[in-house]
């Protein structure tokens, strides 16, 4: 059962969806998992309050970089204020594999960073929650 998730991330890992950068990005964050030192960043292209083109781009092992890739897929075509209530359940959901707590961490920061370049877009601070 696990055996397909596992596939998925390693597919997400090697073939990752939306990575690169955007022209003048409406909004954009970039974070650092402190446990690695792996780096993580989205730039958002925002229409008629909806996300309508998403990259990422960083450089970290396998279970931060398939989330990204799966998180950019689940964001696009959301609005804002949808794509800032993502929870983490959701990105445990998409992955489907157990997580030791440093693996949370990386499995995380991708919905940190969105969430710091959307809550900066609508003026508001993004304290975790
Ligand atoms: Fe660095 Fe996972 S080991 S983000």
Do not use: W
């Amino acid at each position: 059962m696990y055996d397909m998730y596992q596939e998925n991330i390693l597919d997400h890992y090697r073939n990752p969806r939306n990575f690169g950068a955007l022209d003048a990005p409406d909004a954009a964050a970039t974070d650092v998992n402190t446990l690695c030192g792996d780096k993580l960043g989205f730039h958002i292209r925002i229409a008629d309050k909806t996300i309508a083109d998403i990259k990422f781009m960083g450089q970290g092992c396998a279970i931060s970089q398939a989330s990204a890739s799966m998180l950019t897929e689940l964001a696009l075509g959301k609005t804002i204020e949808e794509a800032a209530k993502l929870e983490k359940d959701e990105v445990f959901a998409m992955l489907g594999i157990p997580l030791s707590a440093s693996r949370v961490k990386c499995a995380l920061l991708s919905l940190k960073v969105l969430k710091v370049a959307l809550y900066e877009y609508m003026g508001k601070k993004y304290d975790g929650d």
